[in-house]
């Protein structure tokens, strides 16, 4: 997992620390603190795409318990809010290019 930002972002913090080890491979965290103790935290995510909606929720639910109230929090990633299977994408994308159907879009995104 890496957060990429601006050097000039960084120079504006007295404390900067980047935390990798959350959920290692899925969730880290840049922390930055300012000399008046304000503090933003951007976290970096990769959600599960392979072990299913349930891993996701679980990944989320652990996000959403680790921001904090008193700390300006930006979260970014791929949440792979998505598991459809390709080849079913493939072929609703031909059939609607083909003019053979106009709701084959929306009837994928349904299941």
Known sequence: MAIFVR???LERFTRVVFNNNILPGRICRLELANSEGEELHIYGCYLSSSDGPATRKKEM??????LQPNVHNIVTGDFNFTSLDMAHLKTASLKAAAGTSSSVSERSMER
């Open 7 to 9: 050097k000039s972002l």
């Open 61 to 66: 639910r652990m996000i959403h318990e680790l």
